[in-house]
């Protein structure tokens, strides 16, 4: 899959999360999060958020101050230790718009508010942390000597 076809379906999972959430009644632009995947070991959120909600994370770094709007999407990935409790592993800014979430009428504009370092980012963690999940996932999964 090619950088722009990801994109484009990170923004068409996105344009859905908030779609979906807006049929369930859930007020969009004051924020909600969707829990996307979670394995013993990881667990994927996305976090819609308003600048003055984000603004207020700490330790948001400056670049990332740069690139927040009036709504956000941000990706959290938490890792469980070896005791199993969970820790953010890493945030991402995945997308950024002047207009409401709920103002936001087509995938093609969520497209245009993808921001790609965040992606990128995204991205690499992921896949690094899926790589070494789903081996351990599965060893879990599979009956001894039934391999």
Known sequence: MTDKNYAQSIAGDLFHMIKSAQEQGVGVDEGFRNQAMSSP?????????SKNDLLKVPALPAQVKKQVRRSNAMAVIELANAKGVRQTAGIHLL????????QIASESEMLDG????????FTAQIK???RNDIPRTMDQQVPPGEE
Request: proline letters at 0%.
């Open 114 to 121: 993808i921001q790609i370092q965040g992606l990128a980012a």
């Open 128 to 130: 690094a942390t899926l």
């Open 41 to 49: 070991s990881m667990t994927l959120t996305y976090m819609f958020l």
């Open 95 to 102: 997308w950024s718009s002047a207009k409401a979430c709920s």
